[in-house]
Structures are given as C-alpha cells and as structure tokens.
C-alpha cells in the first residue's frame, strides 16, 4: 500500500469536511498583522494536485476538528476537557488499541474514544495503535492553565488580550488557557518536525513560560513541509522565527495591531536553513538570499491551496524581505480564510 493510497480520493476531503462543519469563516477579510490585499478566488478548475502523504502510520486520529496522520501531534486542552477520538482513513476498524498515560480513556466504539484530561496541568501521551501493523499516532497532550485575570502568570508577562473578538470572530476570542513551558516539556514533539519550545514567544525571562499553540498549525507546518520536499526544495525542516506572541511582547516589538494570528497560536513566521547560517537558504538556487527565495515558499502554499480539502487550512500568507535584523521570511497562519498582503 502506496504512503499516498489512503490520502487521495474522497476519503480525506470528506474526513475533513466533517472537520469543517463547526468552522465559520468571516466573508470579509480583516487582517490584524499587517495591511491586506486579498485578491478575488482564482477562477477555473484546480490542477491534479495530491495532498502529502504520511509518514508511516497507515492511519490517522480525528480528533476536536482535526485529522492527524502523523505519529505524533500536540493536543492542547483546559482541565477536565473531554476529547473525543478516534482512527479514521482505514477501513478495518476492528484492530485498534488506545491508551492514555494520564485522565481517563474510555472506548466508545471499535474505533473511537473519549478522553477525559486530568485536572491538573502537565503533558501525557495518548497512543492509538494499529494492532495489526504496529503503526501508532501518539497525541503529545497538554492541559493548560487558564488565562490569568491580570496580566502576568508567575511572573511571566502575557499581556493583556482584546475582550472583545475582533468582528465577533470566535478565532479572535481570547485563549481560554495557556500551556505551561517548562525546561522539561520545552523539547517534547509537538509535531514530527517540531517542539512546543520553538513556539514561544521570544521575550526576555526564563521558565516557567506559557503558550497558546493551535494542532491546526501544526498540521499545516507539516503538510507544507512534505510539499516542498515533493517540490524538490531542500526542505527537512522550518526555523521558527515566531510563534506565539504575547499580547505583551507583540506591543513591544512594536505592532500596532492588538489582533495578530501570533497571539491567537495559530501563525509561525518561517524559513529554511539547512545550512544553519541563521538566515533562509537559497531556495531558488541563483547564488543571492532575498524575496525570491521567500516567494519559493510561498508557491508551495499557493499550489496547495488550490486543492479543495486544503480549505479547512486556509489562512494569511505574506513574504517579508531581509532587513538588518532578519533574513527573508514568510508568514503562515490558519485563521480559516485565505489573506494576502504586502508583496
Ligand atoms: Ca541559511
Ligand atoms: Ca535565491
Ligand atoms: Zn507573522
């Protein structure tokens, strides 16, 4: 059985079609991060364009609104949240096993679980594992601690977050809890090729931090990643220049929007650097670093976004040139709706 097999045909879009349903996406576009541009739908019919393949796991994990075929994910939820999974893109439903190290599992199918997270926070796996293959999806889940009233949890800074969701989108209401980041859990996968540490947000002072990280970003991350290997882009994994943001530091740094998708979890600004020189590589393979190899970026995004199952990962996308503090970078996010600006 092909890698891709399983991920083509109809059985993904309608996978994530169901995972769509609860979505709503604000027909006009307003972008906090930046000035907006966002050009009419392309017209005409999408190419012939596969979705990534997985890694090896055979199968995948539904879980809140998201399907998973990765071998690991993170899973971020409030004490005592109940989650329902279950193994979905396979069609033996009768060999899989599932454990949680931490709250409660209950199996409610042949296939399916809830999972009840404990009251305390801290990060436990849950397994579901094909018995037949061995093929296993581990949900890396972190209970987080709730917003804090003020401004500050432990001393670390948060910030203040808008009360109000901007345009009444639910996307922009504030986080109802924040991961704790500890030394410890910094380096635990959120993703196959990311740790929740590279997430947080880069203002001075140590551990405990806190985050908010959405798993939708994640799988966009790495739904791009295996888009531009297939591209042929020396591509094995992003830098993370930013991830989250507190409202705290992102009015620091100086941004006047107080509704940035970094503060909401769900944006990473990215480049690639395999040769670990601190800025994006040359992508384009013409000898400079600069907007073009940004834009190489850019264009594998734009390919995939013609694909219909991509909606659910639709978001802003944006090309910053170098500057004195930066090389080239590109800006992701998955606020539900397709946003362009600058370049
Ligand atoms: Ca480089
Ligand atoms: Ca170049
Ligand atoms: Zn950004």
């Known amino acids: 059985m092909g890698v891709r097999h399983w991920w ?18 604000p027909a006009v576009a307003a972008d906090p991060h930046d000035t907006i541009a966002a050009p009419p739908d392309r017209a005409g019919p999408p190419p012939e364009l596969s979705p990534p393949g997985a890694a ?75 018995s037949a293959s061995g093929g296993t999806v581990a949900l890396h889940a972190f209970v987080m601690v709730p917003r804090p009233a003020g401004t500050t949890i432990d001393g ?35 993703a196959p090729h990311f740790t929740l540490g590279q997430f947080v947000s880069k203002q001075p002072g140590g551990y405990p931090k806190y985050l908010v990280l959405r798993e939708r970003l994640l799988l966009k991350l790495e739904m791009l990643l295996e888009e531009a290997a297939r591209a042929g882009l020396p591509v094995t994994t992003f830098r993370i220049m930013s991830g989250y943001r507190t409202p705290y530091y992102n009015r620091s740094i100086g941004n006047e ?49 013609m694909s219909s199952w991509y909606r659910p990962f639709e978001g802003g996308l944006s090309l ?15 606020r539900g709706h397709r946003a362009r600006w600058g370049e």
């Not at 679980?113 to 796996?125: D, T």
């Not at 020189?277 to 976004?305: N, Q, W, Y």
């Not at 040139?321 to 996010?333: E, K, L, S």
């Open 8 to 25: 083509l045909g109809l059985v993904l879009p309608a996978a994530l079609a169901g995972s769509l349903s609860s979505q709503e996406t």
């Open 56 to 130: 090896s796991t055979g199968f995948a994990v539904k879980f809140k609104d998201e399907v998973c075929p990765y071998p690991v994910m993170g899973l971020f939820v409030m004490p005592g949240d109940t989650v329902p999974l279950e193994a979905v893109l396979t069609d033996t439903l009768s060999r899989y096993t599932a454990e949680a190290g931490t709250g409660r599992l209950e199996r409610t199918g042949p296939a399916r679980w809830r999972w009840i997270a404990p009251r305390e926070k801290g990060v436990s796996a849950i397994v579901v594992r094909d």
């Open 156 to 190: 670390f800074r948060v910030g203040r977050y808008e009360p109000r969701a901007l345009r009444g989108d639910p996307g922009y209401a504030r986080p109802r809890g924040l991961v704790e980041v500890t030394e410890a859990n910094s380096g635990t996968f959120v």
């Open 257 to 305: 929007t107080r509704y940035s998708r970094h503060l909401y979890g769900d944006a990473a600004d990215i480049y690639v650097d395999e040769d670990g020189d601190g800025v994006m590589d040359d992508l384009s393979g013409d000898g400079r670093v600069d907007l073009d190899d940004a834009r190489r970026l850019a264009g594998v995004i734009e390919r995939l976004a």
């Open 320 to 334: 910053y040139p170098a500057n004195r503090a930066h090389g080239p970078f590109i800006h992701v996010d998955v």
